[in-house]
């Protein structure tokens, strides 16, 4: 009996040792799977691909893949990862290579490098952007790595801000010298009439001058003022327009009269007899309802412009027949024209072609702003030594 009962329990106590490796052997299964979800559920938020490298054979594996790929080369898993190489864009290549070079053959034990990989096997010229970690997963009795594993991430938005940030600060640093620029000019261009004004106020002041050489001298002073005041002008209406404190007083306007009045006004101001300046009116009656303030600064620094740089020929104050609701205002000239670059920038702020002539680079920026709040926008058409065309596109009512 009592050798039946040792049997018994030597056999409970073995079911029962076999029962708790089992339990346990569950229990770390469990955790298994448990951080593998949890493994799956960071890979899949941080939108990640894992991978590893077989160094021995040279064997490329694609583990888990979260990313946005859905406009990527697909990459199957198991091919050499040459074959993932011949993928990355040539001019990031070499240091990629390098970089995985090193770390197979044991010289580094990790590594991060952003590149840009292929996009469509359709189009060799279209690339998005990856970044990759990798380290040494595992190594042989000897020392060398065995397995290489990694990260890869898709970079577009991070590059896309990188690029908007860099070109972002190159237009500041731009803006900032065209500033210095600006303010050595505004001295200049204000001291200028400044001391010719006192220059011909002295002269005045002296009893032996004849009535002709008086009159000059008044002439001039008026000269200078009517310069002072359109500098002042331009920069209030800069400040105006970028404070967004400009308001817009819209009334029904003749566009055949207000060019007319420019054209006249314009010859006025024409010192040049080689330079003939005109008017032109597309039609009969014209009526729009807009600013006509506005509409007349705008419309005098074109005119202003094409009479500093056209020396022979004619400036043509116009219009174009009204089509959808908008209408074209222009200035044509026979001057020196712009070349592509110059017609990029010339809207831009402080920005002056010809350190030679009058002016600081204002007017045409305060033409973009005045027709943005108009509703409407600017614009030029120019063939370097034929001439220029500026226009105003503004909406009709």
């Not at 018994?8 to 490796?21: D, H, T, V």
């Not at 040539?90 to 580094?108: A, C, T």
């Not at 600006?182 to 001058?209: C, K, W």
Request: proline share 3%; with cysteine.
């Amino acid at each position: 009996m009592l050798l039946v009962l040792a049997a018994s329990a030597i056999r409970f106590l073995r079911y029962w040792r076999k029962f708790k490796k089992l339990r346990a052997e569950l229990e770390t299964q469990r955790a298994l799977v448990s951080d593998n979800v949890e493994h799956s559920l960071v890979l899949r938020m941080m939108k990640l691909a894992t991978w590893r490298i077989d160094v021995a054979n040279g064997e490329y594996t694609i583990v888990n893949d979260y990313r946005d790929t859905t406009d990527t080369v697909p990459m199957a898993s198991g091919v050499p990862y040459s074959t993932m190489l011949s993928h990355i864009h040539p001019d990031d290549l070499p240091e990629v290579e390098d970089n995985l070079s090193k770390i197979v053959n044991g010289g580094i034990q990790q590594y991060h490098h952003d590149y840009r990989i292929l996009v469509s096997e359709e189009d060799d010229d279209q690339y998005c952007w990856e970044s990759s970690y990798a380290m040494v997963g595992d190594y042989n009795d000897d020392g060398t790595p065995k397995t290489i594993v990694g990260a890869s991430e898709r970079i577009d938005e991070r590059k896309r801000l990188e690029q908007a940030l860099m070109e972002s600060a190159a237009k500041a640093e731009d803006l900032n010298r065209l500033k210095a620029s600006f303010i050595e000019e505004m001295s200049h261009e204000i001291r200028t009439p400044m001391n010719s004004m006192n220059g011909y106020a002295q002269l005045l002041q002296s009893v032996d001058l004849s009535d002709e050489e008086r009159q000059v001298c008044i002439d001039s002073i008026i000269d200078n003022t009517a310069k002072l005041s359109d500098k002042f002008k331009s920069l209030l209406s800069i400040v105006e327009t970028e404070t967004g404190n400009s308001s817009v007083h819209r009334l029904p306007l003749d566009v055949n009269v207000l060019v007319s009045n420019l054209a006249s006004q314009a010859e006025g101001r024409n010192k040049n007899p080689q330079v003939e300046v005109k008017s032109y009116a597309a039609d009969s009656q014209c009526v729009i309802v807009s600013d006509i303030n506005m509409i007349t600064t705008i419309m005098n620094n074109y005119t202003n412009n094409a009479l500093k740089f056209t020396h022979k020929g004619q400036v043509v104050i116009g219009y174009d027949s009204p089509r959808n609701h908008k209408i074209r205002l222009w200035v044509k000239d026979t001057g020196i024209g712009m070349d592509r670059e110059q017609q990029r920038r010339a809207f831009d702020m402080f920005v002056k072609f010809d350190n030679f002539t009058e002016g600081v680079g204002l007017g045409l920026s305060v033409c973009k702003n005045l027709a943005t709040n108009l509703g409407g926008q600017v614009g030029v058409e120019s063939v370097q030594g034929h001439g220029s065309t500026f226009f105003v596109e503004l909406p009709t009512e």
